[in-house]
């Protein structure tokens, strides 16, 4: 399973690479991005439906030791002394279950926000790319230097769903929770710096179009050309 994760990250990178090589082409849908963003989307929609089967059991399992708290709430003092090792046991159970139920949760909610901000990141680069390659302010080569920053960016990303993947994994194998949030801390700072590198990049570019225009009306083109107020 581990190995067949690895072979879709370096085809997705060797397709990318190749993508990313045509600076004079106009590009109106790239296969790869599709895929990052089809596999992250994938990943949403996987943790959606396990976040509402563990809300499910979350209220089973609320509602269970309800029951047991109003049997204990009932007993007198010295009824509870001989309430069976059984029944104690059970509501510990119910209880640490709650507890660990709670708890993966957490981890899935920020999985999912990670996996949203990586389709974010792909979304921003697609609109920065299009724009840059409309712009005349900015040569072939230049062009070509700015594939290369972007590949970096986004190979670094695209090594975060294998991460993802073993953070998932990781509920149905042996892991402590230490190790869990480890991985997961990780995986976050790292898309946040994939994100907030093509972000200044984006404006960096803009910045030396904005630079380059000669006339007011050319700025003014330019800020209308990127949004800019």
């Given at each position: 399973m581990k190995t067949k994760k690895n072979m879709t990250i370096c085809l997705l990178c060797f397709l990318l690479m190749s993508t990313l090589a045509r600076p004079a082409e106009k590009i109106a849908t790239i296969p790869i991005l599709e895929m990052v963003k089809?596999?992250?989307?994938?990943?949403?929609?996987?943790?959606d439906l396990r976040i509402q089967k563990l809300q499910n059991k979350t209220i089973w399992l609320q509602n269970a030791q309800k029951k047991i708290e109003n049997i204990l709430s009932k007993l007198k003092l010295e009824e509870i002394s001989d309430w069976t090792q059984k029944q104690k046991d059970l509501y510990k159970n119910y209880?640490?279950?709650?507890?660990?139920?709670?708890?993966?949760?957490?981890?899935?909610?920020r999985?999912?926000?990670?996996?949203?901000?990586?389709i974010r990141?792909?979304?921003?680069?697609?609109?920065?790319?299009?724009?840059?390659?409309?712009?005349?302010?900015?040569?072939?080569?230049?062009?070509e230097y700015m594939q290369r920053v972007y590949s970096g960016i986004l190979n670094e990303s695209l090594k975060n769903i294998d991460q993802i993947f073993l953070v998932l994994d990781s509920f149905t194998t042996q892991m402590s929770d230490a190790k869990r949030i480890e991985i997961i801390n990780t995986v976050a700072d790292q898309i946040d710096a994939n994100y907030d590198d093509l972000i200044l990049f984006n404006r960096q570019n803009?910045?030396?179009s904005l630079q380059r225009?000669?006339?007011?009306h050319d700025v003014k083109s330019v800020k209308k050309f990127y949004g800019i107020p």
């Open positions: 089809a596999v992250a989307k994938k990943v949403i929609k996987a943790i209880y640490e279950e709650l507890t660990k139920v709670k708890s993966i949760i957490t981890y899935y909610k999985i999912k926000d990670i996996s949203q901000k990586q990141l792909v979304d921003e680069y697609e609109r920065a790319w299009n724009l840059f390659q409309e712009d005349a302010h900015f040569n072939v080569n230049e062009l803009i910045l030396l225009a000669k006339t007011q």
